[in-house]
């Protein structure tokens, strides 16, 4: 479910107007975040890194109005009372597809559910985008290396109003554990002081997993 947003009286107005005529309005954001806490909240209930991450990750987003809001095919600014996880899914074969969990507030439900379509689309394999579904985060883990910096591929056509949210390899530095996480944002939705928002309060939540975590 969404609200229709009333771009004539949005205090972003201006700004949006500004941005929608840029080729690619899209811009990054990447920050090292401390997961000593979040981690051994995790490895302790035995749960999944991967899936609790898409937890912490959606529920920072879904406490961040801008971050909730996606731009629809007829211009539109939609803002949903609720988004969702989606997120790359390693094959065996080394390809990849999509999987697209349901955001559940309680970390045990929506790890719960978010196994069981793990493993159904490592099952069935494929892509199997989703491009129509607004109501979602795109994630991209890549457990495999640390960065500080990523460029996602856009399609012409392409829906760019979706956050995107990259995670890396996390590693151990001075006694504690980082983990490095890029965001991209469509300008004409969100600024610096709302992927602040978004970075502050990740940062706050991985450092309390116990609100969570039970």
């Given at each position: 479910m969404y609200d229709l947003i009333n771009i004539d009286t949005w205090k972003r107005k201006e700004l949006f107007r500004f941005f929608e005529h840029y080729d690619n309005p899209t811009w990054d954001l990447f920050c090292d975040?401390?997961?000593?806490?979040f981690y051994s909240a995790v490895k302790s209930k035995e749960a999944s890194f991967?899936?609790?991450?898409?937890?912490?990750?959606?529920?920072?987003?879904?406490?961040i109005e801008e971050l909730q809001c996606r731009i629809d095919e007829q211009g539109n600014v939609?803002?949903?009372?609720?988004?969702h996880p989606s997120s790359t899914i390693?094959?065996?074969d080394e390809t990849y597809g999509y999987g697209y969990f349901d955001y559940k507030i309680?970390?045990?439900?929506?790890?719960?559910?978010?196994?069981?379509?793990?493993?159904?689309?490592k099952a069935n394999r494929g892509v199997e985008p989703k491009?129509?579904?607004?109501?979602?985060?795109?994630?991209?883990?890549?457990?495999?290396?640390?960065?500080?910096?990523?460029?996602?591929?856009?399609?012409?056509?392409?829906?760019?109003?979706?956050?995107?949210?990259?995670f890396?390899?996390?590693?151990?530095?001075?006694?504690?554990?980082?983990?490095?996480?890029?965001?991209?944002?469509?300008?004409?939705?969100?600024?610096?002081?709302?992927?602040?928002?978004?970075f502050n309060k990740l940062?706050?939540?991985?450092d309390h997993p116990e609100r969570y975590i039970q």
């Open positions: 975040v401390r997961i000593t806490s991967f899936l609790s991450f898409l937890y912490v990750g959606s529920r920072v987003c879904n406490a939609r803002r949903y009372h609720v988004v390693l094959y065996d309680g970390h045990k439900e929506f790890i719960i559910g978010a196994k069981k379509e793990f493993d159904r689309q491009d129509d579904d607004l109501a979602r985060i795109y994630f991209s883990p890549i457990p495999w290396v640390s960065f500080s910096g990523f460029r996602h591929p856009f399609r012409r056509s392409g829906n760019i109003s979706v956050p995107m949210i990259v890396g390899k996390h590693y151990e530095r001075d006694g504690e554990r980082f983990l490095p996480v890029g965001l991209t944002l469509h300008h004409g939705l969100a600024d610096g002081f709302h992927a602040g928002l978004f940062q706050e939540e991985l």
